[in-house]
């Protein structure tokens, strides 16, 4: 058991090395409203390749997620293109029953410019699918560390108490999740780390006027 844990870790610190050491693009946004722990910003519309996996684990779903993201940049899809690497890896959370208050997590990773208009279809055991992300405003509450399991959940709900007491307190957007993790470090980095906890908001009636903005700019 410790032998198969040691290895999973290895491949992960590979993978995420990859990906994160190299990443560069990132998604579009403008902050349009500033608190001292969190604050609400105005993302473009913008493509994503996604993965969906049933796991009761965050940290699990998230490598074995990223794993066939991995694969589809390397050149596992149609077109046998490889992709430049992005930042962040996006897990978003599924509402359920679970520990973690979930039931199901969707691993997501920014397409590059030169694919955002047109995806190379991913190889079908892969079991990825394109993802739009249509403009919205978007709660994030930074935190530091490592994201795990203890951690996403606390972080989430701290999110969460901090808009109960703003005009967004009734203004989460829920979907097909509850709310998402980004993270932009490789494991083995273990100070200054980012992570950030994002929640959508819909911004009608708060007065955002610049959500429907189309100023925009890049972390």
């Known amino acids: 058991m410790e032998k198969s844990r040691r290895l999973m870790m290895a491949v992960a610190s590979l993978l995420c090395c990859a990906v994160l050491c190299n990443g560069s693009e990132s998604p579009q946004y403008v902050v349009v409203h500033s608190?001292?722990?969190f604050e609400i910003r105005f993302y473009r519309d913008s493509t994503w390749m996604s993965a969906r996996v049933l796991d009761l684990s965050f940290q699990k779903a998230t490598l074995f997620g990223f794993h066939r993201l991995f694969q589809f940049t390397e050149g596992a899809n149609l077109n046998f293109s490889r992709l430049p690497m992005t930042v962040p890896v996006v897990t978003s959370v599924v509402p359920g029953a679970g520990p973690l208050h979930?039931?199901?997590y969707y691993v997501r990773l920014y397409l590059p410019t030169k694919f955002q208009d047109s995806p190379p279809v991913p190889l079908p055991e892969l079991k990825l699918e394109p993802y739009t992300w249509d403009s919205h405003c978007v709660a994030v509450r930074k935190f530091s560390g490592?994201?795990?399991?203890d951690t996403i959940l606390k972080e989430a709900e701290t999110l969460g108490n901090s808009l109960s007491k703003t005009p967004w307190a009734n203004s989460t957007s829920y979907t097909d999740y509850a709310y998402s993790i980004a993270q932009y470090d490789p494991p083995f980095r273990f100070i200054s780390r980012v992570n950030e906890v994002w929640v959508d908001i819909d911004a009608s009636g708060t007065g955002l006027d610049m959500c429907?903005?189309?100023?925009?700019?890049s972390y």
């Open 146 to 149: 490592f994201a795990t399991d």
């Open 212 to 217: 429907n903005s189309t100023k925009i700019a």
């Open 102 to 104: 979930s039931s199901a």
């Open 35 to 37: 608190e001292s722990d």
